[in-house]
């Protein structure tokens, strides 16, 4: 919409008689504005000694003056129906262009706020997959972790039953070699009196060694 020009388009539309009638009213309203300057000027209070009475003086008379113009109704400067539809069209079209000015900014500010709105929405997406990946990433180390724990239980348990074997076989080693030193089978006494360097002592098939016991016992 074309801006307003109140001075040129008002002139170009008014009537002749309408532009005669509305510079007559601007006369007469400067030449009153001319008496109330005067008035005000001769109404000038003289100077008081005491100051304080003339500034409640000036207040009595403000608050009088108020009153007065508080019962006063207003009147309209003009009665020209013409000039008063001229003015209503430019208060109108005034109108009419700031509430232009004020759409156009809230159409901007809306078009940032949905561009807003969908980077938001985007970065909020790229998040979630982000949060998706993430916990599949830490279910799967947690299922890792859990498979790592059972091989680790178990192969520690092979290996501690391998070590109990070792050390049991070499107990029994040593146990044996005990008992073979100390705690010898009995012989025959008809091959007892036969002494022979390097010589087995023969067993009877009956007879059953100490270690073999206690291999049975453990």
């Not at 809306?110 to 790229?126: F, I």
Request: aromatic share 2%; glycine share 2%.
């Amino acid at each position: 919409m074309d801006e307003v020009n109140p001075g040129s388009q008002a002139a170009a539309e008014l009537s002749q008689a309408a532009q005669a009638e509305l510079l007559d009213m601007c006369e007469d309203q400067f030449a009153l504005l001319e008496e109330v300057q005067n008035e005000i000027v001769l109404r000038e209070p003289e100077p008081c000694e005491n100051p304080q009475e003339q500034s409640e003086n000036q207040l009595i008379a403000a608050e009088a003056e108020l009153k007065q113009w508080l019962t006063l109704e207003p009147d309209l400067l003009i009665g020209n129906s013409e000039i008063l539809l001229q003015a209503a069209k430019e208060e109108m079209l005034k109108m009419c262009s700031d509430l232009e000015m004020i759409v156009s900014c809230c159409e901007t500010k809306r078009d940032k706020l949905r561009e807003t709105k969908e980077l938001e929405q985007k970065w909020l997406e790229e998040k979630k997959q982000v949060l998706i990946a993430v916990n599949d990433h830490t279910e799967r180390l947690h299922m890792e972790k859990e498979q790592l724990s059972e091989h680790s239980l178990l192969r520690d348990i092979k290996e501690k039953i391998a070590k109990m074997k070792a050390y049991q076989d070499k107990l029994m080693e040593c146990l044996g070699d005990v008992l073979d030193k100390h705690l010898p089978l009995p012989q025959d006494r008809s091959t007892s009196n036969k002494k022979k360097k390097n010589a087995e002592p023969e067993l009877n098939e009956d007879q059953v060694s100490l270690t073999e016991v206690l291999e049975v016992l453990l």
